[in-house]
């Protein structure tokens, strides 16, 4: 029998020894509120390169896991966030072309 206590198990998570402790770290809902509680208490470099990319990725998988309104209100976001990409690639692209013609 595995030692519950072997962090090397799929879907382990320290905090069964510490917030969760005397729930079944096999239940899937005390798996996903141990990912909650590990993805809240993590420290990430805020102004830095990695930083925004792992925020980005948080936001990913926020979405990912959201359902009706709130998965369409971030694909909204990241639609609004397309076009304004577009739009400022669109006019540097026309400045350049201008500039040069």
Excluded at 22 to 33: I, K
Excluded at 56 to 63: E, I, R, Y
């Amino acid at each position: 029998m595995p030692d519950l206590h072997e962090p090397d198990r799929p879907g382990w998570s320290r905090q069964f020894d510490d917030e969760l402790l005397g729930l079944d770290p096999d239940d899937p809902e005390a798996q996903a509120f141990a990912a909650h509680l590990d993805r809240m208490q993590r420290q990430t470099p805020a102004f830095t390169v990695e930083g925004y990319l792992d925020g980005v990725s948080d936001f990913a998988d926020s979405a990912n896991r959201a359902e009706g309104g709130r998965r369409w209100a971030a694909v909204l976001v990241v639609v609004l966030l397309l076009v304004g990409v577009v739009y400022v690639v669109w006019n540097a692209l026309v400045f350049v072309l201008t500039t040069l013609a």
